[in-house]
């Protein structure tokens, strides 16, 4: 068990603790990005459901771990924020890479894109989404999504090559529009609702898992909601909680779960995760990625440079009393699709004001952009609002926050 979990300690902690029987009903597994919680958090939801002898075991052929492998097990539910399209890009063109080949690893990579493309319509169960008006709009496009994968499935013979790139394209496609239109930034109390309604419901066989990524990401009511879960968990119900940021969940909640940690893998222990799941090889015109991070963010529309380089002449139009070319820079970013390029510019001005730190007027300024990037970030992400849009108001209001302040930010292009 957790063959598919590398170089993480925490696999053997979870083994050891599944073999002593001290497995608690509520655990958060808290790393930086790319360090497989999420694939660690699947494979135990897969060993605690087992029915095969020896439990647990990888290879194992029982109904209920074929289900779980391929991610359409009843018994577990994912949700969460997460950006999945380019994990679903970088399983593509592994697949359309082995198929082309010929490659003895066609299996293991048409197996990895069906799941990369699943833990995308896994958030779309009717049953976190029950009650809400999206439900009818972007059921077509999950049920689309479905029966392409079906002929995609480990076992089947795939299509002919022009056929096969036809089908991954519709479905890249399609996933592209369930991310940017549909998937919540910020998990809303009604999933909670929704799940915890689920959650009380028996099991036919093996433990119910709940999984939700991201877990810092949650509206305040929907934090309160799972905490009262959590003070009582239903009996056979294993909830895990991810998170690259312990300290932005409720104390209160990281006091009923128990804390299982990821670490930075090296670079040579990174470059052989992109090597064995992705099957990334370096050439003579191109090195190895600086990361399995780096390597995702390589199938962005929009380079990540560019992106930051927009940020920083956003910043500097504004330090200078200039009002920036919004229309221009949504342009450059490909309109912000996906969503994260969004947050990655923002990511950029925070690095470009960081300067104003150094002095008490900066300071203030500081704390002001910051609170300003988060209202930009939510209305973006979480309220659906144009990205033009919010950067026109961010602009206006950071103008006027340098404004009060005499000027402050040109300190920060020193």
Known sequence: MFENVLYQNAADLLI?????????????????????????????????????????????????????????????????????????????????????????????????????????????????????????????????????????????????????????????????????????????????????SWAHLSAAHGKKVLIIENADRMQESARNALLKILEEPPEDVLFILTTARRLSILPTILSRVRTYSFSNRTKEQQEEVLTRVFHVTPSYSQAMPEGIDAYLSSFLPVNLNTVRKCSADFFADISRGHVPDIAGIVNVCGSFKPRMIFRIFLEGIIEAQKKLLHFPAGAVCSEGILKELKEAYNNVTVYNENPAGALEMLSRNLMQINHVNGGAFREALQ
């Open 16 to 196: 050891e603790d599944i073999a002593k029987d001290r497995l608690p009903r509520s655990i958060l597994f808290y790393g930086p990005s790319s360090s497989a919680k999420t694939t660690a958090a699947l494979e135990l939801a897969r060993v605690l459901s087992c029915r095969g002898t020896p439990k647990g075991e990888w290879n194992c052929t029982c109904e209920s771990c074929l289900r779980h492998k391929a991610l359409v097990s009843q018994n577990m539910l994912l949700l969460g924020a997460g950006n999945r399209t380019l994990e679903i890009a970088a399983a593509k063109k592994s697949l359309l890479t082995q198929y082309l080949q010929n490659s003895s690893h066609l299996e293991s990579s048409r197996y990895f894109y069906v799941r990369a493309v699943r833990k995308l319509t896994a958030r779309f169960s009717p049953v976190l989404w029950e009650g809400e008006d999206k439900l009818s709009k972007f059921s077509p496009l999950v049920q689309s999504i479905d029966e392409d994968l079906e002929l995609l499935n480990p076992g089947r013979t795939l299509p002919e090559e022009e056929e096969l790139r036809g089908i991954l394209d519709g479905i890249e496609k399609n996933c592209e529009k369930l991310e940017t239109s549909f998937l919540y930034e910020s998990l809303p109390v009604s999933q909670i609702r929704n799940f915890s």
